[in-house]
């Protein structure tokens, strides 16, 4: 029970992070039909920023410099590089974020060197939340799950209630009628890029400290992130949402299990166990499989039901 | 972006166009085979035996961008699983288990990319574009997480093998490096014979006709899926041919070769040399790892520099160096050549500057952090320079900033003049 109700909130917390993410992809794919292979980057970069901030004038400016900073960075880099590719079409504007992410990998250890930074938890909320029996919650964690939860109710309320965010939902699926309406779409392209990478940023601010903040992040991250994308459906938010919430619990719980296939024999003399290569596949254990799984699910789901979980069928 | 190769056909004959193709491919046989005459050191033959396995590596990466329409970000899953099975294969040879030629093992190679091509390309064709993209970086991400746990694979030290084994064929050992690049140069030229033949079966134009409109090669007759998965299975094969190569010349294969980062590779070597033409990835796999091979031995910063030319070549020259090459060779057989050269000396020496800015900026930072210990001298181009004081920095800065201005008004001029050379193509076709 102990370990269950830890590993559901630890999982909580890893999942509303992965939304974080996963939310600004879906949105600038459902909007412009790019997907962005850097978005991980402005994860990473969000990290660094805040750690570069944060030993200067601490986390809390940090926490809101860094995310407004990388937004800016993001609006800029569609309006001056992916609305310059995209005239050669949807391959080219994927392969310059490809490019985008090459870059930021190797510029990352250029200005911050190879090993991971000392991004630390702010001494505020380095303390014990509750504890539950003998398991401690760390108030970081509870502090991630407010973020993500209040960034996420104000996301929602913004797109379904305020004017542009109407504009938003319109342009997602009638770009020529809100563009006719006298609304500059490619402006408002510009800004949904913003936003997710401002999320992303968001994300790396909270998550870099929780985690470990080092270059490799951004790829650790990153295909995570598309698969949750694949999951819940290509462009569905709702999707994202509960793709990210699963694979975040799974991944939680995966981790922790270490239990094999073995152990589920154990006692009873089974045949097949004698033979060497498939002993010791069946002694791999739960834990070791965690990083597999969330690509199984992908494989299994694309399998069995390609539109993904709340994907429209085409 | 990606048109073939017939713009040469509109200013030569189509017979003269036949016969210089065939020249081509005697040159593009001759050229591999007589490398090793000119370039005898051990540091060149090496450099020339990982060209070649880049060469059949892209080739068949381009099988799946170029021809079909397919950006692939798992290419890496058949081309390491090809090499796993080549190394073991090696080991059963050396075993007694086995009794098979060496000079036959990327056929091993291949045909486990193609068997594993069979079982993910069903579930990865079904889709083009993104969608296909996504699954094949999945597909890759699982390879790669599970040959850390999977048995067969090694764990972190990876399989090792002899190569030197088996019953040797006319004295041939593959113990000296040069028949191990001979070996690479008869697959790479029969693998490159095949892939091109390929591109001239009624299947490599269905290819071509669903990465251009999936819809109409269905009117057609023909199942786009169906056509998307023999594509893949086939590049599957070459991949894996390409990966037992590599196990051979290495004699080691290692996760590695599972990596998002070698899908990568063949990838930037495709689109930097141009997707759009059969001898693009060629000209890309070599360029790139030459690069790599002599890049990086003097700097580390080198994959940086990659990153700068894919990206530059994604904003600018999206047709490649094949692209570049192709739109010259009009103006060349033209005879207008001499009017460009004025307007590219013009935008050479900024770029040079830039370029020379770039370099002394990446290359002082990376000294700076990465090398803080080797203290604040270094040497650029047998300059030496002293990263604590203002004066690298301060040169880099104003070298690109001013290179930057330069560059930008000297290309607006470079552009004015080619497209006054495309006007006059254009009236010399239609008098």
């Not at chain 1, 794919?29 to 601490?58: K, P, R, T, W």
């Not at chain 1, 990352?108 to 939340?129: C, H, N, Q, S």
Request: contains cysteine; hydrophobic residues 55%; positive net charge.
């Amino acid at each position: 029970m102990e370990f269950f109700l830890t590993s559901l909130l630890n999982g909580l917390s890893y999942g509303l992070l992965l939304f974080m993410l996963s939310s600004g992809l879906t949105l600038i794919f459902s909007m412009m039909g790019v997907l962005n292979f850097a978005h991980a980057s402005f994860y990473m970069l969000g990290a660094y920023f805040a750690y570069q901030i944060s030993s200067a004038i601490g986390f809390w400016p940090a926490l809101v410099i860094a995310p407004l900073v990388l937004g800016l960075a993001g609006a800029l880099l569609e309006r001056y590089g992916l609305r310059t590719v995209h005239k050669s079409g949807h391959v080219a504007e994927l392969l310059f974020t490809v490019g985008v992410a090459l870059l930021v990998e190797e510029i990352v250890p250029l200005i911050w060197g190879r090993m991971a930074v000392k991004y630390a938890i702010p001494r505020e909320l380095d303390f014990t939340l509750f504890s539950l029996f003998s398991t401690s919650f760390p108030a970081y964690r509870g502090f991630m799950l407010l973020v993500s939860v209040g960034m996420m109710v104000l996301l929602y309320v913004v797109l379904t209630r305020s004017r542009i965010g109407l504009i938003i939902q319109a342009a997602l699926t009638h770009p020529e009628m809100v563009g006719a309406l006298g609304h500059n779409v490619p402006r408002v392209f510009m800004l949904v890029f913003g936003v997710g990478t401002a999320l992303a940023g968001l994300a790396g601010v909270i998550g870099g400290n929780a985690f470990v903040t080092e270059p490799s992040m951004a790829a650790a991250v990153g295909s995570i992130v598309f698969v949750i994308a694949v999951v819940g459906g290509l462009g569905s938010l709702e999707g994202a949402f509960i793709a990210s919430l699963v694979l975040g619990i799974i991944q939680t719980f995966s981790v922790a299990l270490d239990y094999s296939l073995s152990d589920l024999f154990a006692g009873s003399e089974v045949a097949l166990l004698h033979d060497e290569a498939l002993r010791s596949l069946f002694s791999i254990r739960i834990s070791q499989m965690a990083p597999m799984i969330p690509y199984l699910v992908m494989v299994l789901m694309l399998i069995f039901r390609p539109q993904g979980l709340m994907g429209k069928r085409e | 972006m990606m048109n073939n190769t017939d713009a040469m056909s509109l200013t030569l004959g189509e017979s003269k166009v036949r016969s210089r193709r065939w020249l081509v491919w005697v040159a593009a046989i001759a050229v591999p085979l007589l490398l090793p005459l000119v370039f005898r050191s051990g540091y060149a033959l090496s450099m020339m035996c990982q060209m070649g396995i880049a060469v059949i590596f892209a080739l068949s990466y381009n099988m799946l961008l170029g021809q079909s329409g397919l950006l692939s970000f798992g290419h890496a899953v058949y081309y390491g699983l090809g090499g796993y099975a080549s190394i073991h294969a090696l080991n059963a040879i050396g075993a007694g288990k086995l009794d098979f030629p060496v000079t036959l093992l990327p056929l091993i190679g291949g045909v486990t990319g193609l068997f594993f091509g069979i079982v993910f390309g069903y579930a990865s064709t079904k889709r083009a574009g993104t969608v296909f993209a996504m699954i094949s970086l999945g597909i890759g991400e699982l390879m790669a997480a599970g040959s850390t746990v999977l048995p067969g694979f090694g764990g972190e030290a990876g399989i090792s093998a002899n190569r030197v084994t088996g019953k040797g064929l006319f004295g041939i050992t593959y113990g000296p490096p040069v028949q191990v690049y001979y070996l690479i140069a008869l697959w790479l030229v029969v693998s490159a014979i095949l892939m091109y033949a390929l591109t001239q079966t009624p299947l490599g134009r269905m290819a071509n006709a669903v990465r251009d409109n999936p819809e109409r090669a269905q009117f057609v007759g023909y199942n786009p899926q169906r056509v998307r998965f023999i594509t893949l299975v086939l590049s599957a094969f070459f991949a894996g041919v390409a990966g037992g190569l590599t196990a051979i010349n290495y004699e080691i294969v290692t996760q590695e070769y599972l990596t998002a980062h070698t899908s990568v590779t063949p990838l930037l070597m495709t689109f930097i040399g141009g997707a759009g033409y059969f001898f693009g990835p060629v000209l890309g796999a070599i360029l790139v790892t030459f690069l790599q091979v002599v890049l990086g031995a003097y700097t580390k910063a080198w994959p940086l520099y990659m990153g700068v030319v894919f990206i530059s070549t994604v904003l600018f020259a999206p047709q490649g160096l094949a692209g570049i090459v192709m739109q010259h060779r009009q103006v060349w057989s033209a005879g207008l050549m001499r009017r460009l050269v004025p307007a590219y000396a013009k935008v050479f020496v900024p770029a040079c500057a830039l370029l020379l800015g770039t370099i002394c900026l990446v290359e002082s930072t990376y000294h700076l952090t990465t090398e803080a210990q080797a203290g604040t001298q270094m040497s650029l181009f047998r300059i030496p320079l002293d990263v604590a004081t203002p004066a690298p920095w301060i040169g880099a800065a104003a070298l690109i900033a001013i290179g930057l201005y330069f560059f930008r008004r000297s290309c607006a001029a470079a552009a004015l003049s080619w497209e006054g050379i495309t006007a006059e193509l254009q009236r010399r076709k239609s008098p």
